[in-house]
């Protein structure tokens, strides 16, 4: 044998002990097996499927039960992201988040990401704290792997993290009178966030077998990630499977009656636009390729198809919810950053006074005050992520000492949060929550 036969060989049996020691996990669907991560004692899952791939006749449709499959699925592969715009290298974000490193775009993308400590896979006692996170990007951009976001440095904390993709855009919110009459409901749209819901469930329903609480789990997102969690905390549908909330640049309530479309509006809207681009049927709307959806889509549809409140999957506005006493029974967290997309504090402080004038456990409020160095772009929308993940190392910014001290003290709280409930954990309160008597905000910054 050569040298390089006998190089492959040893590789082989290198990976072969290696999945030898990374235990099979049953969960619904079937047989899987993660990976060892980057950081010592952490074991990754990429890419479970988390409900059936919502193309051909499912595409406009609400989630399907996962498909299952024979043998064990190695789960060591991101799955596909859903087609989507991007950021251009030479926007601001293709050049902070490196957008063309991106993964194949598929229809067939509802999956998600596991990150847990080694020694708590197959273990359903562990009782491991559980964050699920939902990526932000306005509705048609992003996915659960952006290089900001990765599970190690939670993993380490102890506790599990969970990432996933969802349907953006054209093929996640479109909403149509035909396919209102497809269903019982008479609704149609708001598939990603059905998704996001299905997400939660499968999470709820199986993150046991990776050593994980399914009574101890934080929903959080930031950006369209911190709107879906707003809808995830005011809809029925995700009743009793949430502990705590982070709302990371998402705003808080407004201080005047919401606008938000409803069903007969989002389904206007999304006639209106199919009819202009001669999709007048449900036969050529789902012949239609993925590519020639999205290119109408970017053409003339950004910004159209988001969540609406259909009477089902959401009966009311999250500022309604709010006001009315039916968001989910959850501690908050909520935040901006200094010189995040648009002035928010304001009603970042609307919804904390709320909480506390309904007699609700006040919320924690923060602002994330660090200018990156590199420019002169100060503390923008989406600057906390590389601290709340603790991936600095991958950004190309000249980061200090003291930016990794920072990322440090974020993921502290942050962690603390998912497993207590409070950012502080069990120690000395440092941080209080936002109440009418003591409004108080935590501000993130280097020293």
């Given at each position: 044998?050569?040298k ?6 040893i590789?082989?049996?290198m990976?072969t002990?290696?999945w ?7 969960v619904e669907?079937g047989?899987v ?7 010592e004692?952490?074991?990754v899952f990429?890419?479970?499927p988390?409900?059936?791939p ?7 449709k ?6 299952k499959w024979?043998?064990?699925r190695?789960a060591?592969?991101f799955?596909?992201i859903?087609?989507q715009?991007?950021n251009?290298?030479?926007t601001?974000?293709?050049?902070e988040?490196?957008?063309k490193e991106?993964?194949?775009q598929?229809?067939?993308c509802?999956y998600?990401?596991i ?7 197959g ?6 704290p559980?964050?699920?996170w ?5 509705y048609?951009n ?8 990765d599970g190690d440095a939670?993993?380490k904390r102890?506790v599990?993290l969970?990432t ?10 479109l909403?149509?009178?035909q ?5 019982k ?5 708001n598939?990603?966030?059905y998704d996001q ?5 499968w999470?709820y329903?199986n993150?046991?077998?990776f050593?994980?609480d ?9 950006s369209a990630g911190?709107?879906s969690i ?6 029925p549908?995700?009743?009793g499977?949430?502990?705590n909330a ?13 606008n938000?479309?409803d069903q ?6 999304g006639?209106e636009?199919?009819?202009n ?5 449900l ?5 239609a ?5 999205l290119?109408?889509?970017k053409e ?6 988001r969540?609406?409140?259909d009477?089902v999957l ?6 309604n919810?709010?006001r009315?006493n039916h968001l989910?029974?959850?501690?908050y967290?909520?935040g ?20 506390d004038?309904?007699?609700q456990?006040p919320?924690f409020q923060?602002?994330f005050a660090?200018k990156?160095?590199?420019?002169h772009d100060?503390?923008?929308h989406s600057a906390e992520?590389w ?7 991958r950004?190309w910014?000249?980061m200090t000492?003291s930016?990794?001290?920072l990322a440090d003290?974020v ?5 603390n949060?998912a497993?207590?409930g409070?950012?502080?954990g069990?120690d ?7 109440t009418?008597a003591n ?9």
């Open positions: 044998m050569n390089k036969g006998i190089t492959l060989l590789v082989a049996m990976m002990a290696v030898g020691q990374v235990p099979i996990v049953k669907g047989n097996q993660g990976v060892p991560s980057v950081a004692g952490v074991t990429r890419g479970i988390y409900a059936a919502p193309v051909g006749d499912l595409r406009w609400r989630p399907q039960p996962v498909v024979d043998g064990i190695k060591d592969t799955g596909n859903c087609w715009p991007g251009a290298v030479g601001f974000y293709g050049n988040f490196y957008w991106q993964t194949v598929s229809e067939d509802l998600l990401n990150w847990t400590p080694t020694e708590a896979v273990n359903r006692e562990g009782g491991l559980v964050a699920f939902v990526h932000g990007g306005a048609f992003g996915y659960g792997h952006e290089i900001t976001m939670w993993a102890g599990i969970v996933i993709n969802y349907r953006l855009g054209i093929f996640g919110f909403a149509h009178p396919l209102s009459k497809e269903n409901d008479g609704t149609s749209g598939y990603g966030t819901v299905a997400a939660l469930r999470v329903d993150i046991a077998e050593g994980g399914p009574d101890n789990i934080t929903v959080m997102g930031q911190a709107a707003k809808c995830l905390v005011s809809s549908l995700s009743k499977m949430i502990r982070v709302i990371q640049s998402g705003g808080g309530i407004s201080t005047t009656a919401g938000d479309p007969k509006k989002a389904e206007a809207t006639k636009f199919m009819d681009h001669g999709l007048r049927s036969k050529e709307m789902r012949a390729s993925a590519e020639e959806l290119r109408i889509f003339n549809g950004m910004g159209l198809f969540p609406h409140i009477g959401l009966k009311e506005s999250f500022d919810a709010a009315n989910a029974d959850a501690q967290m909520i901006c950053t200094l010189d995040d997309i648009r002035p928010m504090g304001k009603q970042i402080d609307e919804f904390c006074f709320l909480r004038s309904l007699n456990r919320a923060y602002l660090r990156l160095p590199g420019t100060g503390a923008f992520l601290y709340m993940f603790h991936t600095l190392d950004s910014r000249p000492p930016d990794y001290i003290e993921m502290d709280c942050w962690t949060f497993k207590y409070n950012p502080n069990l000395a309160s440092t941080w209080a929550p936002f009418l409004p108080y905000v935590k501000v993130f910054n280097v020293k």
